[in-house]
């Protein structure tokens, strides 16, 4: 056996191998004896970090040799290919989600703006192989069941992409199995089982999102794995898996902080900032990257324009809504448009009745709702602030333009009435509860001497978002909030319907909160004597500037991440296939993607049973011996050893961290979520049941009870058997009337192997769409009655 590395009896271990070499993982392969035994310092392997001057090795026994093991990466990758690619022409029309991730590929190689609650790079990619293969963008993917034949789309070229990038995710897994020690059968195991998940099947062979996804996720993975045994550089992609890597990043600060380590303060702020830089810095800078290209990429106005700021929307190309601004004039007729809702300001002779359904009493008011639809009682008239009424009021100064056509203009932070032209009356909001939100005042109107008693009740400050003070107010361009400068509140409404006495239009009402973005409108159009074919006479037809610089990148970045959060957060509308995250792991509920009747053909999300079974059972069981152990530890008990549970600790506790990041946080979201969301989190609850099959069959059960090398003055190895029998033989307990170790081991894999192939093969039908000869065939694989399969 060749020499693993000597000391002197009574030395120290080096301080920066012991930063680098921590023992989560085995160490590099260089440093392997031709028998592949992995070895790594003991005082990295001691529980509280002290260096041990006896100058003990572990050696940890890592079957298969590097022909196999290149041989196995191959054989699983040519598998996840296959799979992944088969029927990928069928069905040649549009399926599922592929309406909205076509139509963004479309959308970029158009270069018109569009907007989507997703990070950009996914669609940015499905656009760049659209336009390898000459696609021009000319389909928008609006419907289920297009052809794609009859539009001549070049969809093969799309759905291979995404089916590669699942693909490629089956090696990496199986390279990161290999990377924290699994042996070459376990981390085939685990490929294989990946390989042959319907669920990740059927998503990557679609053109969607998550292939790309779960390839950066598990990229990301490998690399800090890499990163943390060879201190390589990483990249980062995924909220979740910076997470997942944040806590094993502080937990490995965390030891070399140690001052027992012998690491200097020199060396410690060293790997701090190397994980500044590969952590924090290049893979923001990676997340910026995308948006840049994404905004150089869209300069033409497009569908997405309607959620940006008008200072955003002067950037964009032929912009309906800055090129047709018109400035407001006192006098003016106007209709008012709410942001988020597209319901105007609206008001007609029917009154709030004196009893809600709660009892509560209102004013009996004139009503003032929002309706989606803009008619005659939707117009309104700014009308100025007397300042003899209202001693506040700043005195008005006309500009020489204003002087000449005898006109003026409503500016930021002017004081105005509203008056409702239909019904001759003004817009007030009172100390009386709204009708659906008893938190907000209620609106109503007031006309004759009612209006004149109740004067300072019926004025609004116009308060113009992002302008400065004396920047006139335009249609369509600007975005508003009319402030009551009695009582504070912002006049705002929100969906739901009022009930019949309220002609299921929507409410308004007074909200406290003046920054809510509920608040928002714009003056929608505009009606005067000075307005010819919406141009004011006098004004150049031309495009108007604001007259201020075009945002930077970094406030168009911001503005879009504001906006990606807000409306992520208002997916919120049910919808029919949609499941709580406590029903993914267990296969509670499928997706239906594409259904035909002929052939009683169906594309079904649904995993693999067999596979997604054994990977929750395995997390859980991961957890009862870790609980179990940790109690047997408090009384004294060690039957692990410490080597052993260190590995299984960082290795497999580092997937479980993966796991969890990539699923817990789905239960604090208020959005709707579907089983397709947990495909990440999937991925890593399989490579854990791997590594735990890996090592109860192959290290512990099989005897090799992990050996302590240490070596003597004179340099000769010695072995130092574990100090008690039951850390020698760590599962015989398990096992105890079980076959030879080795046969044990591959009859289970076969077991599991021939199990799982079967149940794919059987479920083929729901990846591929290529149907069922029988309805009766087709009700045998529900398996659940919560598996809402067509046909069945």
């Known amino acids: 056996m060749t020499d693993i590395r000597h000391r002197k009896k009574g030395s120290v271990a080096d301080p920066d191998e012991s930063a680098t070499s921590i023992g989560l993982f085995p160490t590099d392969k260089k440093r392997f004896d031709s028998d592949h035994l992995r070895a790594a310092t003991l005082d990295n392997l001691n529980p509280i970090g002290k260096a041990i001057s006896s100058d003990l090795y572990l050696a940890v026994d890592q079957s298969g040799n590097e022909l196999v093991s290149n041989f196995a990466l191959f054989f699983v990758t040519a598998l996840a290919v296959l799979t992944r690619t088969w029927m990928l022409h069928y069905p040649g029309e549009v399926v599922f989600d592929e309406v909205h991730f076509g139509k963004f590929a479309s959308y970029y190689l158009r270069r018109e703006y569009f907007f989507d609650v997703h990070p950009p790079l996914g669609k940015m990619l499905l656009a760049g192989v659209g336009y390898i293969v000459g696609y021009d963008g000319h389909f928008l993917f609006d419907h289920i069941g297009d052809n794609y034949a009859e539009n001549n789309v070049p969809y093969l070229a799309l759905r291979l992409w995404c089916a590669l990038c699942g693909a490629a995710v089956v090696p990496i897994s199986y390279m990161t199995l290999r990377e924290i020690g699994v042996s070459v059968m376990g981390a085939a195991l685990g490929a294989l089982l990946l390989v042959f998940d319907n669920a990740l099947i059927t998503q990557s062979r679609l053109i969607l999102l998550d292939s790309m996804l779960m390839l950066f996720c598990t990229m990301c993975i490998y690399f800090w794995v890499k990163f943390y045994k060879q201190r390589h550089k990483v990249k980062m992609v995924g909220l979740f898996t910076m997470g997942a890597i944040g806590i094993a990043t502080l937990f490995d600060l965390w030891e070399i902080l140690d001052i027992d380590r012998g690491v200097t303060m020199r060396k410690v702020i060293k790997h701090f900032a ?45 912009n309906n809504n800055t090129a047709g601004a018109i400035a407001v004039m006192y006098g003016a007729n106007i209709t008012l448009v709410h942001g988020s809702t597209n319901h105007y300001l609206h008001s007609h002779y029917h009154n709030y009745p004196l009893r809600y359904d709660d009892d509560r009493v209102s004013s009996q008011g004139q009503q003032v709702n929002a309706y989606a639809h803009s008619d005659v009682n939707s117009l309104w008239n700014m009308v100025p602030v007397d300042p003899d009424l209202y001693s506040l009021a700043k005195k008005y100064v006309p500009t020489k333009k204003e002087e000449e056509r005898d006109i003026r203009y409503v500016r930021h932070n002017d004081i105005v009435r509203m008056y409702h032209v239909s019904t001759k009356a003004y817009l007030i909001t009172h100390d009386v509860a709204s009708p659906m939100t008893t938190t907000n005042m209620e609106m109503t109107v007031v006309r004759d001497a009612e209006s004149e008693r109740r004067y300072n009740e019926t004025l609004w400050r116009v308060a113009i978002e992002d302008a400065d003070p004396g920047d006139k107010l335009k249609s369509k361009k600007f975005l508003v909030k009319l402030i009551n400068v009695i009582h504070n509140v912002a006049l705002m409404t929100n969906k739901g319907a009022l009930p019949d006495w309220g002609f299921k239009m929507q409410q308004t009402n007074g909200n406290k909160n003046i920054k809510d973005k509920s608040n928002i409108w714009r003056v929608d159009k505009v009606e005067h004597e000075r307005i010819v074919n919406g141009t004011e006479l006098g004004e150049e037809t031309q495009k108007e500037k604001s007259g201020k610089p075009p945002l930077s990148f970094m406030a168009k970045f911001i503005e ?40 009683i053909r169906q594309i079904y999300l649904i995993g693999n049973p067999i596979v997604w079974w054994l990977s929750i059972a395995s997390v859980l069981f991961y957890v009862i011996l870790w609980v179990v152990d940790r109690i047997c530890l408090r009384r004294g008990i060690d039957d692990f050893g410490h080597s052993a549970r260190r590995w299984w600790d960082r290795a497999i506790g580092f997937l479980i961290i993966a796991w969890a990041m990539h699923w817990l946080p789905f239960f604090l979201m208020g959005r709707m979520l579907f089983l397709h969301h947990y495909l990440p989190a999937f991925i890593f609850s399989t490579m854990v049941f791997a590594a735990m099959f890996d090592f109860i069959l192959r290290v512990a059960f099989s005897g090799s009870y992990i050996p302590i090398r240490s070596t003597s003055d004179g340099g000769d190895d010695k072995i130092i058997k574990s100090a008690t029998k039951k850390q020698e033989k760590l599962t015989s307990i398990w096992f105890a009337q079980a076959a030879t170790p080795g046969m044990v081991y591959y009859i289970l894999a076969l077991v599991i192997f021939c199990a799982f192939g079967y149940v794919f093969w059987d479920f083929s039908p729901f990846c591929y769409g290529s149907g069922f000869p029988s309805v009766e065939i087709l009700r045998a694989h529900k398996w659940m009655t919560s598996w809402d399969l067509q046909y069945a």
Not at 566 to 585: E, I, M, R, V
Not at 588 to 593: H, L
């Open 274 to 318: 190397a994980r500044t830089l590969c952590l924090i810095i290049v893979p923001f800078g990676l997340y910026l990257l995308p948006f840049y290209i994404h905004f150089s990429i869209l300069t033409k106005s497009g569908p997405g324009d309607a959620f940006m700021s008008m200072r955003f929307q002067e950037g964009l190309t032929n």
């Open 560 to 599: 879009l991440q504001v906006q990606m959060v807000a409306h992520n957060s208002k997916l919120t509308k049910p919808h029919p296939y949609s499941s709580p995250p406590s029903h993914w792991p267990f296969v509670v509920r499928g997706i239906s993607f594409w259904e035909k009747k002929d052939g």
